[in-house]
């Protein structure tokens, strides 16, 4: 094994590893120097076990290590259509751990493309299917149809993105099948505009299975939504959505078919692809003001056997603010495993959040980021946009930290500056950012 950047702990180091205490949780660490094109997988004392890199020297936007030793990854296609679109990508690839392609496919033209994540769905032989996210485009002229306030279209952009999310069935070393499909269009509501698509009387508030198609945070931002985060509950068969245009996530049934997944009705939940449960903003349907979400990513189901099995773990940005902060809801669920839907004009419990870590303007990511609780109870945390992951106990104490070694020309020197770290974007996100972080219990090749 090799380090990934040579040196040893000191105590000008500021980048690699920074600390590696009794009682963190052994494991690997998988993340992607998204301006290096390169994933990792780390073991705690910061030891590079294998790293993958794009061959066409494209960015890597996130990455996922399968049980079998394979790395699905999402390459960014760079598309002229979509290079205004953060999170675009477009092309799927299955990795062997020696590096070369088992299988990729595109999905990507002046429509539509795929963005942010690519969750493995395994099947019962053993095969995955990925689960994604594609933005299509729709015009004006389709979206006011639709019910859409005319003054929140046009202008520069005369399109919105609309969100559908696929399963996607790999075939052969390039091709696929689409084997299940969920789109937003079908799960529109709007209030104002009686001739238009979509109208139902009093909107939202009366259907908060449905999408208000006139909420928006930004009036003319095509992308609107900017669904950023899935997770998959193979137990549930339920899917978890991170929309930060809205401040919330949501989560629907997987266990529909296509046909029902378009429609309010059927499926293992009885309500179609309609949305099961929602929580992180009230005004999203107009159920009141309180608002817990600043921007969100990283929303997963804790998995069984771990401390706090069941519940969701998901990162606040605190976008507008100075700190973020990792949440934990529990959703209300009734003895049959059913989401406990409020009275009209109630919120979704639960209340309040069921566990909260912040740590000041000690830990802030106004972009992308993700925790993970860990078997032992601990909980690691990716801060994204300075490259920083560390881990905390059950105290809140940091027993392992590190910090992303890599910028676009390739590995920076142990003790540099961190103000002296490139600059990746306006926003002021450092060039060793990191979408996303996952520590496995152990690794297969």
Known sequence: M??????????????????????AYDGYTLFTA?????????????????????????????????????????????????????????????????????????????AHILHHEVIPIKQDDGSFHFLASSWDKISASDAIANGRNPNAVGGRNNYILVERLLEIEPVGSNDYNIVWEWNIMNHLVQENYPSEGNYIENGVASNPQLVDFNYFKVSRNPDWLHVNGLDYNATLNQIIVSIPGFDEFIIIDHGTTTAEAAGHTGGKRGKGGDILYRWGNHNSYKAGSTKYFDALHGPYWIPQGYPDAGKIMVLNNGKSSDKSEIVIVAPNIDSFGNYLVPELGKAFEPQNSDWTYSNGSNFHTGN?????????????????????????????????????????????????????????NAGGDLENEVYKIIRSVSYTH
């Open 368 to 424: 992308m980021g993700n925790g993970q609780r860990l078997p032992n109870g601990n909980t690691l945390i990716n801060e994204a946009v300075k490259g920083r992951f560390f881990e905390i106990d059950t105290n809140a104490v940091i027993v392992w930290e590190y910090r992303c070694p890599t910028i676009a020309s390739g590995p920076m020197e142990y003790n540099i500056k961190l103000s002296d770290i490139p600059i990746s």
């Open 34 to 110: 998204r301006h290096y094109h390169t994933s990792y997988l780390i073991n705690n004392e910061g030891e590079k076990i294998n790293e993958w890199k794009q061959q066409d020297g494209l960015r890597v936007e996130n990455c996922r290590l399968l049980d079998n030793g394979q790395l699905i990854r999402a390459v960014n296609l760079g598309l002229p259509a979509f290079e205004m679109h953060a999170g675009a990508h477009g092309r799927i690839e299955l990795v062997n751990w020696d590096g070369s392609i088992s299988w990729s496919m595109v999905y990507g033209d002046e």
């Open 2 to 23: 090799l380090a990934l950047v040579s040196f040893q702990l000191s105590g000008q180091q500021t980048v690699g590893l920074l600390k590696n205490e009794q009682g």
